[in-house]
């Protein structure tokens, strides 16, 4: 998830309730003659849950949990199967085929079996033949299929009997941004509040307030208000004090070289998106004197870069006093 630029919020790892299963067996669509397997695999043993945030979140989930969409994975190989020489890779054995995309779906995963061995290369190689041949060497051929087939069909419900008894690999992600909100509620409630945060941007960066909104916006973020503040040095040290402690001076330098524009944030767990992202950066010290000439328009993963954030109470509280004074 990090390797394509989701932020994680948050990671636990739990035994869902029979409550939330059901939500997901709801949700999944998951025949009722599949109640009482479905329920068995999910109750089996703890889960884990994954809350993320990025520009297109649901839409990139979907990608990577290609699987995870009812006969999501079987239906990508098979768009160009009727066409000459039409060769399918990827899906003679357990692990190549999770190159593919590293999630299932339940509907896939309890005919894991029969999906390998229907598009092995060994199944191709019996059905297609190396061509013409005499009758002989024909019979002598199917023998030889036959042996390759039996051996590969072993292999393969093998590799399936012991994925099916140490993993279950099954995903499931929302199918729109609605549906993220509700079940961020169900299975996170204690993130799933509104949140309060405040930024000031980076004198360094005043030129480009239009692409600094943007960021913000795209983002997701409610922006409660906006202003332009000439801040006093006394002002300034007491924001960045509780933070940069005994290496404000330069801070300080930097914030009352120029108007500052302020930011008073709102977003469903805003302030832990925040930390987060700040948490997960690469920002230096030396990073909030030197500009970097990023194109436009911004990415969300260089807010940090871009703004201060009012990470303790007090200087959150500063900067309130400040926009609405």
Not at 71 to 96: H, M, Q
Request: proline share 6%.
């Amino acid at each position: 998830m990090k390797a394509n630029e989701f932020l994680i919020l948050k990671r636990k790892t739990r035994m869902l309730t029979k409550a939330e299963v059901a939500f997901l067996f709801r949700a999944e669509k998951i025949p009722q003659r599949n109640n009482q397997l479905y329920y068995d695999m999910m109750l089996s043993g703890p889960a884990e849950i994954i809350v993320v945030s990025k520009i297109s979140a649901v839409s990139d989930c979907h990608t990577i949990f290609n699987g995870a969409n009812p006969f999501g994975r079987r239906r990508i190989n098979y768009l160009n199967e009727d066409k000459p020489n039409f060769i399918r890779k990827n899906v003679d054995s357990v692990d190549a085929m999770f190159e593919i995309a590293p999630f299932t779906c339940f509907s896939e995963f309890i005919d894991l079996e029969d999906f390998l061995i229907r598009n092995s290369r060994i199944d191709k190689f019996r059905r297609l033949g190396p061509g013409p041949l005499s009758k002989k060497e024909e019979q002598k051929f199917d023998k030889t299929a036959e042996l390759l087939y039996a051996t590969k069909l072993k292999e393969i419900k093998n590799e399936v009997n012991l994925l099916q008894r140490h993993f279950n690999v099954v995903g499931y992600t929302p199918s729109t941004l609605e549906d993220a909100s509700r079940e961020l509620c169900i299975f996170s409630p204690q993130i799933a509040s509104i949140q309060e945060v405040c930024l000031i941007l980076n004198p360094m960066y005043n030129e480009n307030i239009d692409a600094a909104f943007e960021v913000l916006v795209r983002s997701n973020f409610t922006i409660l208000q906006h202003s332009v503040q000439q801040l006093t040095e006394l002002q300034a040290e007491k924001l960045t004090r509780p933070k940069y402690v005994d290496h404000c001076e330069p801070v300080v330098d930097v914030l009352v070289s120029a108007p500052v524009n302020v930011f008073h944030l709102a977003k469903i767990a805003g302030d832990r998106e925040m930390r987060a992202l700040f948490h997960q950066s690469d920002l230096e010290y030396e990073d909030l004197f030197c500009p970097t000439m990023w194109p436009l328009p911004y990415k969300p993963h260089q807010i940090p870069y871009l703004f201060f954030f009012m990470d303790t109470e007090r200087s959150f509280e500063l900067c309130l006093s400040l926009m609405y004074k």
